[in-house]
């Protein structure tokens, strides 16, 4: 038996503000992660006209260009998986959008992608190039 459900748009817009707020969250706890780990982050959320990215750091001279993914269970697969192969060139043309924006166009530079999966924090440096 299949069940439809008409949601009001205040309660989908309360739904996508809670996956924001959760994502967010996911993103700092990335960022205190990485700063363990001896990343300086200098800036979460960055937006342009191309796209978003979650999170921008240094490590050592390299300007790291961050991914994060969460997932609470194995169920949709793992938070690296969902890194394919259209969210990698969306990244990758956002961030050299960034480099140029601030005047960085020859800077070292890589990828990573952080997932979290329930409790645990995998980080995959350079996980993929341009």
């Keep these: 038996m299949n069940v439809s459900v008409q949601m009001t748009e205040k309660r989908m817009e309360k739904i996508q503000k809670n996956r924001r707020k959760t994502g967010a ?27 978003e990215i979650d999170l921008i750091a240094k490590d050592g001279a390299y300007y790291v ?42 800077v070292p530079c890589r990828f990573d992608v952080v997932g979290i999966e329930g409790t645990k924090i995998t980080l995959i440096k350079n996980a993929f190039g341009g």
């Design 65 to 106: 260009f961050c991914e994060v993914k969460y997932r609470a269970d194995e169920r949709k697969g793992s938070p690296l998986e969902a890194v394919d192969a259209r969210k990698q060139q969306k990244i990758f043309r956002t961030a050299m959008y960034y480099l140029t924006e601030q005047q960085l166009e020859d």
């Design 25 to 51: 969250d996911y993103e700092k706890a990335a960022g205190f992660y990485l700063e363990q780990m001896g990343y300086e982050i200098l800036q979460f959320n960055y937006r342009c006209r191309l796209g």
